[in-house]
């Protein structure tokens, strides 16, 4: 009987260790914070894009729409938004020539946060940041592609005026990793290869400066007028 | 006892899953980020409520009542055995509804979630062999 009971205290001893490593090991993986990975190759439903196509900068008028898939951990997606896109702004956009639709194309074996960013910026759109956040990610892709890349997203969130709390409870959610699935399905059914790459009038066009998009869409504008 | 250790190895791969899915935990330690497909999509919801949370319940429930069984005055008693595989049987039935969803839906297999797959399977089978000595204490 005693050696039962002592069975008995011996069990209920290694169910509290259990217990007690357990919690620890779950304390342990918590007490980095709330940080986030946003998954790939999600189930798309049409929630996710409904209403939804892409980030658009210019006038509804403009004769001409370009879409840019890029992928904001690409150096070249980078070069292109910083070096080129003033020019193309200033150009074209702000003078109602063209319409600029931004799609999300993750790079998923080599830029390891790319939906991060991208998910990031989702969620800077969702308060009306999304140009904001998209700079100052662009811009800050050297540093955060070395590591650390949610905490410095979430100080560029605080750094455009966004409300810190509700872009951690958006990133926490993971709400728009379908949408972001549905802008890679849908670059990829297009014919999309590498970022950046620009669809213009129905047609693809990879490795392209500002100065070759200008000529192509001046050509356009052109052929349209009567 | 073993029953009790499966139930607690239950509720901890439960509660990993939970944590991760309300966003205290940030990434799984899952290898080929099936997991995170598994947990983003819409299959990770039942009826409204996260499947790591059933789980959750589910397991503290067959903790507790493999706990209550083991108590002097039940331990030759039928009766919380029966709950238990009532209980880890219907437990089987929904891994078996996740796993299916998994494999032909989903088309990722989260790692942690076959674990918890393989853990209640083993919990049910210990109940049964349970059952079975308990028929023959009582005969």
Not at chain 1, 73 to 101: L, N, S, Y
């Amino acid at each position: 009987m005693a050696s039962t009971t002592n069975g008995v205290n011996r069990f209920y001893l290694l169910i509290g260790a259990l217990v007690v490593a357990g919690g620890g090991a779950l304390w342990f993986l918590m007490r980095g914070g709330p940080t986030v990975s946003i998954p790939a190759n999600v189930v798309v439903t049409a929630a996710d894009t409904s209403g939804f196509r892409g980030y658009v900068m210019g006038s509804d008028s403009a004769p001409v729409e370009v879409t840019e898939y890029a992928d904001y951990q690409c150096p070249w997606c980078q070069e292109f938004e910083t070096v080129q896109m003033p020019d193309i702004k200033a150009r074209m956009i702000d003078k109602g020539m063209i319409r600029w639709r931004y799609k999300d194309f993750p790079i998923d074996n080599a830029h390891r946060y790319a939906r991060l960013a991208m998910h990031a910026a989702a969620c800077g759109d969702e308060q009306g940041k999304f140009w904001d956040l998209h700079k100052l990610i662009y811009d800050g892709q050297p540093r955060w592609s070395e590591g650390g890349a949610d905490n410095l997203f979430r100080e560029y969130a605080k750094t455009s005026g966004l409300d810190v709390s509700k872009y951690d409870q958006c990133m926490q959610s993971r709400k728009y990793a379908g949408r972001i699935q549905a802008s890679a399905n849908e670059g990829a059914r297009i014919g999309v290869k590498g970022t950046p790459t620009f669809l213009i009038a129905g047609r693809l066009y990879e490795s392209v400066g500002g100065d070759q998009i200008y000529k192509i869409v001046d050509s356009l504008v052109k052929a349209k007028k009567p | 006892m073993t029953a009790t250790l499966l139930s607690l190895a239950g509720l901890f791969v439960a509660l990993y899953l939970y944590l991760y899915k309300i966003g205290r935990i940030g990434t799984l330690a899952c290898g080929s980020g099936a997991c995170e497909t598994v947990q983003a999509s819409r299959y990770s919801r039942f009826l409204g409520i996260e499947v790591a949370l059933i789980g959750v319940f589910g397991y503290a429930t067959l903790l507790l009542v493999s706990l209550v069984a083991l108590q002097p005055q039940w331990v030759h008693d039928r009766r919380p055995a029966l709950l238990l595989a009532a209980l880890s049987g219907g437990a089987v039935l929904f891994t078996v509804y996740l796993k299916a969803l998994e494999l032909f839906v989903i088309h990722a297999i989260c790692r942690w979630c076959v674990v918890s797959a393989i853990l209640i399977v083993a919990f049910h089978f210990v109940t049964l062999l349970d059952l079975r000595r308990l028929r023959h204490v009582s005969a």
